[in-house]
């Protein structure tokens, strides 16, 4: 769990440093933007562990989602999906600390019929996404004169 906050604060950490400009703006021929990462982010926790492990209805899993793209609104700020992020991540802490690492999750929607997943390959695979998204947010800070690395 350690891993996954302090990814999760880095990541919140660099989209910070970000002027207002920068964080709405791609750099990448992918064409997504850093907040639209830090939403992408978010949902990938609600994903997997409220829809996921716990099995609970979420009304858009793919809300950080228009098509087939990532999508910010421009109403949405950097402050709220912040507090969106920070505030999905300490639901994840919770659940963490209430459950064994061997419990598997609940059948559901989430794994589209295949066997829920337990709850310590849920971390990995975030573990994992954090880390290849901080990578690659890494390389949109250094091309916008941001700081780079941990």
Do not use: N
């Not at 949405?76 to 969106?84: C, I, K, N, Q």
């Amino acid at each position: 769990m350690r891993y996954l906050d302090y990814f999760r604060e880095i990541l919140l950490a660099k989209v910070s440093a970000l002027s207002d400009d920068e964080v709405r703006r791609s750099r990448l021929p992918s064409g997504w933007t850093p907040l639209e990462l830090l939403k992408h982010l978010r949902y990938v926790e609600l994903r997997w562990i409220e829809w996921g492990f716990e099995g609970c209805d979420v009304d858009d899993p793919w809300g950080d989602r228009r098509g087939d793209r990532w999508y910010v609104a421009p109403d949405e700020t950097r402050d709220s999906l912040a507090a969106s992020l920070r505030a999905q991540g300490a639901h994840t802490a919770s659940v963490v600390a209430s459950s064994d690492l061997a419990a598997v999750g609940a059948p559901g929607p989430r794994w589209d019929g295949a066997a829920p997943a337990t709850l310590e390959r849920v971390l990995f695979h975030l573990v994992q996404e954090y880390a290849r998204h901080l990578g690659h947010l890494d390389v949109v800070a250094e091309l916008a004169g941001g700081s780079v690395g941990e």
